[in-house]
């Protein structure tokens, strides 16, 4: 049973450039979580798709977008990269059920911008 | 204030020890409580998950939580130096819609433990 699969590992953009980040949920989740870590810091929610809409947003920019598809993948693109967009980069599925609190985390998209 | 704050670190412990991980939350209507472990470099990965209050215990492990003071905790008995993480908190309120529930996690910083032979 393959986990969250997340690609690229590693992505090296400048700045102003624009990125696309993808996530393949665990077998039976609906619904995927997009967070961003810091350096230090604990992860920073950037929002949530399930039934490929977007169903919950946190305090992240217009520039942050998503999306997902029919199959429950999710796309993350950030658009006019910043310095401090510079982070580690969180997909998470979960089962949208009543009970669906578990979080699984993928490994991760490191991404560095210069 | 933040909305989740955790024990300022790096928590050093001897091997066999018990540790002591501390969380507080400002949003009275939390409902759920986790506990994430991360090792360096890798994914935050689920150890515990509480949601009323009280004690919870899985092996080595207990959560604890007192929402009237808004309060989570975790400890680890016999600490060994594979618990060596950063150990992060998360709190989450939720919604109900169309029979399915959702919300974001609130994470705190994260509290470093080593655990040293």
């Known amino acids: 049973d393959a986990g969250v699969t997340q690609s690229p590992t590693h992505l090296i953009k400048t700045r102003g450039q624009q990125v696309t980040l993808r996530c393949s949920p665990k077998?039976?989740?609906?619904?995927v979580s997009w967070y961003q870590q810091a350096l230090g810091q604990g992860p920073q929610f950037i929002f949530q798709?399930?039934?490929?809409?977007?169903?919950q947003r946190g305090n992240f920019p217009d520039r942050f977008s998503g999306h997902q598809f029919p199959n429950y993948s999710s796309e993350l693109n950030v658009n006019a990269l910043l310095l401090g967009d510079s982070a580690l980069y969180l997909c998470?599925?979960?089962?949208?059920?009543?009970?669906?609190?578990?979080?699984?985390f993928g490994s991760g998209t490191q991404l560095s911008v210069l | 204030q933040k909305e989740v704050e955790q024990n300022s670190g790096p928590l050093s412990v001897p091997e066999g020890a018990i540790a002591s991980l501390n969380c507080t939350y400002s949003?009275?209507?939390?409902?759920?409580f986790f506990w994430y472990r991360q090792y360096s470099g890798k994914s935050p990965e689920l150890i515990m998950f509480?949601?009323?209050?009280g004690d919870k215990e899985d092996g080595r492990f207990t959560a604890q939580l007192n929402k009237a003071s808004q309060y989570v905790s975790l400890l680890i008995r016999d600490s060994q130096p594979s618990d060596s993480a950063t150990y992060l908190c998360?709190?989450?309120?939720?919604?109900?819609?169309?029979?399915?529930?959702?919300?974001?996690?609130?994470f705190g910083q994260g509290t470093i433990l080593t655990v040293h032979p």
């Open positions: 077998s039976g989740h609906d619904t």
């Open positions: 949003d009275r209507g939390s409902q759920s």
């Open positions: 998470a599925s979960s089962f949208g059920g009543l009970r669906g609190e578990k979080l699984f």
């Open positions: 998360a709190v989450k309120r939720s919604a109900n819609a169309g029979g399915t529930s959702y919300g974001k996690l609130t």
């Open positions: 509480i949601y009323s209050n």
């Open positions: 798709y399930y039934e490929e809409e977007e169903r």
